[in-house]
């Protein structure tokens, strides 16, 4: 299970994952994704996806962020989850 996130940077990633999932290249993968348009994009490449409450783990989750402080912390960037309710 990988967790793809939201935004210009994680679009190109989803893309090139997308194209090595149609070649055959990574296989017996499933998203879950932080919005709408990440899960509709993956679907559109044929990428599995699946809502947070139907796993249990996930594997890696890939993100960019638009700045980080000294701890590596996280600024004005993509939620990590979803905040429409759903999770």
């Known amino acids: 299970v ?5 935004g210009s940077t994680v679009y ?4 090139e994952l997308g194209k090595r999932y149609q070649s055959g290249e990574i296989k017996n993968i499933v998203a879950v994704t932080t919005s709408s348009r ?3 994009q993956a679907q559109s490449l044929g990428i599995p996806t699946k809502d947070l409450n139907d796993v ?4 890696l989750t890939i993100d960019g962020a638009d ?4 701890n590596y912390q996280r600024w004005r960037c993509c939620p990590l989850v979803r905040k429409n309710g759903r999770y």
Do not use: A, N
């Not at 990988?2 to 939201?6: A, D, E, F, I, Q």
């Not at 249990?56 to 594997?59: C, L, P, Y």
């Open 67 to 70: 700045q980080i402080d000294k």
């Open 38 to 40: 990440s899960e509709k």
């Open 12 to 15: 190109y990633m989803i893309e």
């Open 56 to 59: 249990d783990h996930i594997d």
């Open 2 to 6: 990988v967790g793809l996130g939201t």
